[in-house]
């Protein structure tokens, strides 16, 4: 995928095919086509932004959305001691394509879906920073922290193993940190 993506983790474990189910009805009210690709995946375009707030979105700016299974979630690498329980699924939503109008559907697709399937988001990277000079990467990731400190809601940071005993981190937020994160000048998704 060329453009943003977020995963949804979910603590109580549902197929993919009743997900799939349950999301499609819904979609449909909005979205057009809603299409089940032939590995299963969702594919879908939003025809009705307004839907999820978007009202002066383009839609023939925006992307094809897909819904997918993560299968790396839980991940044995990764430290979820800040949750009470670890995830038990993941899911992707992912647009097809980059630019900010992608940034901003896709942001609000995921509290939507997050809102639905009672999961929290993954933002797989640390938002608000941008890899780089190793010289400035402590300064960055404080200002990384700083920035999301700053918006209301809940962020956790998970670490996981990047390979050679390295470690580093994501931020997975709630849906009030999404909302707000979507509302800041700043905002972008990680991509």
Not at 18 to 25: H, N, Q, T, W
Not at 71 to 97: H, M, R, T, W
Not at 118 to 131: K, R
Request: aromatic fraction near 8%.
């Amino acid at each position: 995928m060329a453009g943003p993506a977020v995963g949804l983790w979910l603590f109580e474990h549902r197929s993919f095919e009743e997900i799939r189910a349950s999301v499609v009805p819904w979609l449909e009210t909005f979205c057009d086509p809603v299409e089940t690709e032939a590995d299963g995946d969702l594919a879908f375009r939003v025809r009705e932004p307004a839907v999820l707030g978007l009202h002066a979105l383009k839609t023939t700016e925006a992307g094809t959305v897909f819904l997918s299974e993560d299968d790396c979630i839980p991940a044995d690498d990764e430290d979820y001691s800040d949750f009470s329980l670890p995830p038990v699924q993941g899911l992707i939503l992912a647009v097809g394509c980059s630019g900010q109008v992608n940034h901003i559907l896709l942001g609000h697709m995921a509290v939507a879906f997050a809102q639905r399937l009672h999961a929290v988001i993954d933002f797989d990277g640390v938002l608000g920073y941008t890899p780089g000079n190793r010289t400035q990467e402590v300064a960055d990731l404080a200002r990384a922290r700083a920035l999301v400190a700053s918006l209301p809601g809940t962020v956790r940071e998970v670490s996981y193993d990047t390979g050679g005993g390295d470690r580093w981190i994501r931020h997975v937020g709630d849906l009030q940190f999404l909302s707000a994160w979507l509302q800041h000048p700043d905002f972008h998704l990680v991509k």
